[in-house]
Every structure is written in C-alpha cells, then in structure tokens.
C-alpha cells in the first residue's frame, strides 16, 4: 500500500507560479515511479508529468506542459514535486499524483491504468 497527499494548490494570475507537492507513505519511495495527472471541469483526466527511478530519475511531459513544468523527487523526503511557471487559465484543473510501484520493462506514463495509488487531489486555478 502507499498512501499519498498533494498539497501546494491555489489561486494564482496568469503567468505565474506554484509548486505541487506530494507525500508518499506505505512503500520504499525510491523504489517508485511517480505521475502527475490533472482535470478539467468536464475533461477526463489526463497525463502531465512522469518521473521513474530505475533510470535515474528521468522524466516525461505532456507536450502541453513541456518547458513550463518540472517534475523532481526528492526520495529523502518521500516526495514528488511539480513545479510550475508560466500558468495558464487552461492549467485549471484538479490536480492529482500517482504512484507505480512495479518495475516494468516498457512503462507506460501517461496511462492511467499504469498506476496503482492516487492521491486526493488538489485544486489549481489560473485566472486571467
């Protein structure tokens, strides 16, 4: 079982920044690879960011996000971050972490199916 809890969601203008973080419990943190996802109101979730661990921590993003957004871990403190600049009113969404505790050969990040645990989420709101 891991256990996760997001935290850093706000209401912030247009161009500017926040930090999401995530706080995993239940597993050995360095051993899992981690997600971002996110929500619109009336979208499905869909994928934003990936980090895994057997590579050393590479990372993955949604061609949407990408140069914006910055994914990192810090496995001393059992947590993901999501960093993000330049926001836009389209970067309205709940915001959700996910934990994949599986070492695969081919993984799959941006699918939600991939991963087994989910945080709670949290609400991020860009206004113009």
């Known amino acids: 079982q891991v256990q996760l809890v997001e935290s850093g969601g706000g209401l912030v203008q247009a161009g500017g920044s926040l930090r999401l973080s995530c706080a995993a419990s239940?597993?050995?943190?360095?051993?899992?690879?981690m997600g971002w996802f996110r929500q619109a109101p009336g979208k499905e979730r869909a994928f934003v960011a990936a980090i895994n661990w057997w590579s050393g921590g590479v990372t993955y993003y949604a061609d949407s996000v990408k140069g914006r957004f910055t994914i990192s871990r810090d496995n001393a403190k059992n947590t993901v971050y999501l960093q993000m600049n330049s926001l836009k009113p389209e970067d309205t969404a709940v915001y959700y972490c996910?934990?994949?505790?599986?070492?695969?050969?081919?993984?799959?990040?941006?699918?939600?199916?991939?991963?087994?645990?989910w945080g709670q989420g949290t609400q991020v709101t860009v206004s113009s």
């Open positions: 239940g597993r050995t943190f360095s051993s899992i690879a």
């Open positions: 996910a934990a994949d505790p599986w070492s695969p050969k081919i993984w799959n990040y941006a699918m939600e199916s991939t991963y087994d645990y």
